[in-house]
């Protein structure tokens, strides 16, 4: 059965808004009945990216904000002074129960500040950690966290596993997921003194599906499906997970068309290559979640487009309809 | 002027010894001269490996050491307990000053640990990192520390930064290194404690060419000649770079292999790709020395093949024409 879900979607918010947002929004429409999208922002300027394009009319709404949070201010300063910002007025309809979920392409720093003081945490969830899916050789794993809480202890890293576990089991369908940290070698007396803290504290949590460390060489192997991590680390590897990736690529084209009989045979195995290498864009698999909120916030990358923003609203649908907050909130309160 | 240059060899350590060693061994002094290698391990298997190959027999000398330390021994008692060990009779052979430098593809836990205790720090230095180069879309950047030193403090990060630009200005001669900081954001006030705390030290220090922070995407890129970071985060970012090179080349491979067309591309392509990758190759720029000690002490690949040895004997002797180590002690003690 299908549920109605509403979902919030900041318009004004990364490189490409409003014309990518907007036609992110127009593509879920038309491919998922019962949701209904409320785009918020700039209403002048959505409207007329809305008149561009055919789409079931009664599935969005637009909702007028007057201010946008720049990437570069400070965003706890942003999200108390900007009211009328599309970050705050979309977090808010979170908040206040219009929507179930916020999807933004904006500030990070933001998104993240706003998702815990305006939307608030799920009661027991010490700190919600950003979870996005990662490519890997023959599927996808979740990092978390990769950004939103630095300078972790070990208590919060294990309410990452159990979070991380919920999601991977219930929106992406892996059964039992395996749960690892990250380390600086396999053995378990290995790593710095937060590793040497969590480690145990992984190992004798009986709802987890725990394999032990995992090394960095081995995440894109796909060895672990959930891969614990303070945000520092987890930032890193999301972030060079994209540069090692662009400047392979850019690397790979520019030895292609070094002699004739190399660009002759790159064009030959363009297609091919462009299908292999779409499995192992990020972009593909939407927005990273802020997990443990009373609600889902959903943050999408700086330069998405209209793909992952309809992804990412595609996601809320099966995050909504399999309850994972409710499962969050009992797990985390019953392995209090 | 060339000068003499002592360089001892572990030729029991890495996954490919005593073959891969004692080969790189031969190959670096048919090619160098003014050098003189020591293989350290078990004189039988060194000796029957050597009689396979031309090459001026001055130039190499066997050291027996009967005893081998493995990669999941714990290091400090490895090194106490194993007196024979092909490890720390070379190491030995540093510190009495028999040799300049010593080679090592073994266990990485034991090398950093014997080169802190038995080769000592230079007067001053507080820690000594590992520091591997790294390749990048137009060369190669310091990645420095990756390993050597779980937990550090803003003041080893300061010091990493002074070794690592000496290191980068005299051994791979680019003048005036932009030395960067590893971050979660490109703007001052991000980071982690850590990072917070190093950013004015880096940015007040006169000695260095300090250019701010440096998100993981853009290492690859080359923004920075010089990479600072505590080890964990360098060991995820050294393995990373390993781990998504040979998983995005596997998915190339496969990709190419799915049409007839694009099989009969990816034979055009081969050769100009496999030049253009080899530019991506790590184990093109030899092992990572450990900075600051009273010698040089070089960690390879455990994966080591003669190429990796070849180079890293060869790297040994600009490391001493430079007079690194004199330039560690100078500049260290005059910043005090």
Redo the contacts between chains.
């Keep these: 059965m299908q549920m109605n879900v509403n979902i919030a979607v900041d318009a004004m918010g990364g490189d490409n808004a409003p014309g990518e947002i907007v036609k992110g929004a127009v593509d879920a429409v038309n491919i998922q009945k019962g949701i209904m999208v409320y785009l918020v922002g700039k209403q002048d300027l959505i409207k007329k990216e809305l008149t561009k394009y055919q789409y079931p009319e009664e599935q969005i709404t637009v909702i007028n904000a007057e201010e946008i949070i720049e990437t ?1 201010e ?1 965003p706890v300063m942003a999200i108390r002074k900007k009211k009328d910002s599309s970050i705050v007025v979309g977090l808010n309809m979170v908040k206040d129960g219009t929507c179930d979920a916020f999807v933004s392409a904006g500030s990070s720093g933001a998104v993240l500040v706003g998702g815990q003081f305006i939307v608030g945490r799920i009661k027991g969830v010490e700190r919600p950690p950003l979870a996005p899916l990662i490519p ?2 023959d599927g996808v794993a979740l990092l978390v966290d990769c ?1 939103a809480n ?2 972790a202890r070990a208590s919060h890293l294990l309410q990452f596993a159990n979070m991380g576990s919920i999601y991977m089991e219930n929106i992406v369908g892996v059964k039992n997921p395996r749960v690892a940290i ?1 380390n ?2 396999a ?1 378990e ?1 290995k ?3 937060l ?1 040497k803290e969590t480690y145990p504290l992984l190992k004798t949590c009986p709802d987890i599906n725990f394999i032990g460390s995992i ?7 796909g060895y672990a499906d959930v891969i614990v991590c303070e ?3 987890g ?18 084209k ?3 068309m ?2 004739l ?2 660009k ?10 462009k ?3 779409k ?2 864009d990020a972009s593909e698999y939407g927005g990273a979640p802020l997990l443990g909120l009373n609600g889902l916030v959903v943050k999408t990358h700086g330069s998405s487009t209209a793909k992952e923003i309809k992804n990412s609203i595609i996601q809320c649908v099966t995050f909504k309809e399999q309850h994972i907050n409710d499962k969050i909130n009992e797990k985390i309160n019953m392995t209090k």
Excluded: C, H, W
């Excluded at 930032?235 to 790979?252: A, D, F, H, P, R």
């Excluded at 002759?264 to 290559?273: C, S």
């Design positions: 570069a400070p890997t050789e950004g630095v300078d990250v600086i070698g053995e007396d790593g710095n003194m590793v090394e960095a060489r081995d995440i894109p192997k945000a520092f680390v930032n890193v590897i999301l972030k060079l997970y994209e540069g090692i990736g662009s400047t392979l690529i850019k690397k790979i520019q030895g292609m070094q002699t009989r190399s002759i045979g790159a064009i030959m195995v363009k297609p091919a290559l299908a292999t290498l499995d192992f």
